[in-house]
């Protein structure tokens, strides 16, 4: 149901996924890229449908971040609207749980949005770096805001400040990435996890969702003033009675959305 020509979005169920689609340049970003990839990501956050987004890329690469030749040949000649670095921000902010399959090379403005998803997955081939002081720019997707919450400060400024490339085993170990997967079941272990979570029940997920972005900007006292009313609101949902009566008689759960 793909209507663009730089990127695959298909909807089935609970899940959307989003996939990068220039193979042949290892999914590397170019205007027409970016402009597809923000109008995709507003059409997910606005389909009630949607519960988890899985976002990847085609053929071996991830996203390498800006395709270099692309812009430096002349081709791409467009000023970027402010609009489209808010990529980031909806893969952040938006209603559902977003999900990054690293199915490959990571960097950039592509580390960017991967860190700007909910939770992170590599293939074991995946490689990753900031890149942008290699090419002597300061950065954009928001990498300095996110990757800090996920590393710590000083790790995250170490990564931006000398920026070499590493592998998904130190991904993993140093927490950028939940696990690492091998290469010959990486898709069908993402999946497995995406298909989970559009399976999970939607008013109590959207609302734990809007709980940690809220919790960035708040101070404990006012969060959890909020937090409790959406916990008392859920808990009176019939999906949360149909989540313990099918504990009881342990089965799965069919939620309604109620």
Same mark, same amino acid.
């Not at 592509?110 to 990753?128: K, N």
């Given at each position: 149901?793909?209507?663009?020509?730089?990127?695959?979005?298909?909807?089935?169920?609970?899940?959307?996924?989003?996939?990068?689609?220039?193979?042949?340049?290892?999914?590397?970003?170019?205007?027409?890229?970016?402009?597809?990839?923000?109008?995709?990501?507003?059409?997910?956050?606005?389909?009630?449908?949607v519960r988890?987004?899985?976002?990847?890329?085609?053929?071996?690469?991830?996203?390498?971040? *800006?395709?270099?030749?692309?812009?430096? /040949?002349?081709?791409?000649?467009?000023?970027?609207?402010?609009?489209?670095?808010?990529? /980031?921000?909806?893969?952040?902010?938006?209603?559902?749980?977003?999900?990054?399959?690293?199915?490959? *090379?990571?960097?950039?403005?592509?580390?960017?949005?991967?860190? *700007?998803?909910? +939770?992170?997955?590599?293939?074991?081939?995946?490689s990753f770096?900031?890149?942008? +002081?290699?090419?002597?720019? /300061?950065?954009?997707?928001?990498?300095?805001?996110?990757?800090?919450?996920?590393?710590?400060?000083?790790?995250?400024?170490?990564?931006?400040?000398?920026?070499?490339?590493?592998?998904?085993?130190?991904?993993?170990?140093?927490?950028?990435?939940?696990?690492?997967?091998?290469?010959?079941?990486?898709?069908?272990?993402?999946?497995?996890?995406?298909?989970?979570?559009?399976?999970?029940?939607?008013?109590?997920?959207?609302?734990?969702?809007?709980?940690?972005?809220?919790?960035?900007s708040m101070?404990?006292?006012?969060?959890?003033?909020?937090?409790?009313?959406?916990?008392?609101?859920?808990? *009176?949902?019939?999906? /949360?009675?149909?989540?313990?009566?099918?504990?009881?008689?342990?089965?799965?759960?069919?939620?309604?959305?109620?």
């Amino acid at each position: 149901m793909s209507d663009y020509e730089t990127i695959i979005y298909e909807k089935q169920g609970g899940r959307a996924t989003v996939i990068l689609n220039r193979p042949d340049n290892l999914n590397g970003i170019t205007m027409q890229l970016l402009r597809e990839l923000y109008e995709c990501l507003n059409r997910v956050a606005d389909d009630r449908d949607v519960r988890a987004v899985l976002f990847t890329g085609a053929g071996k690469g991830f996203c390498p971040g *800006a395709d270099l030749k692309a812009f430096t /040949s002349g081709e791409s000649t467009e000023t970027t609207p402010k609009e489209y670095f808010h990529v /980031s921000t909806l893969l952040h902010e938006m209603p559902k749980v977003t999900v990054a399959g690293i199915n490959g *090379a990571c960097a950039g403005a592509g580390l960017g949005w991967a860190c *700007a998803c909910d +939770l992170r997955y590599a293939t074991a081939r995946a490689s990753f770096n900031t890149a942008f +002081l290699g090419v002597a720019i /300061s950065g954009d997707m928001g990498g300095p805001w996110t990757l800090p919450k996920i590393l710590g400060a000083a790790k995250a400024r170490e990564l931006y400040f000398m920026p070499d490339k590493f592998k998904a085993d130190e991904a993993e170990r140093i927490g950028l990435v939940s696990k690492a997967f091998p290469d010959e079941t990486f898709r069908e272990d993402v999946d497995a996890i995406v298909d989970r979570l559009a399976k999970s029940a939607p008013l109590a997920l959207v609302d734990m969702k809007k709980n940690f972005v809220n919790a960035e900007s708040m101070a404990l006292r006012d969060f959890i003033d909020l937090e409790s009313e959406r916990h008392v609101r859920t808990g *009176a949902s019939s999906d /949360s009675k149909e989540a313990f009566k099918a504990f009881v008689e342990k089965r799965e759960p069919n939620f309604e959305g109620k």
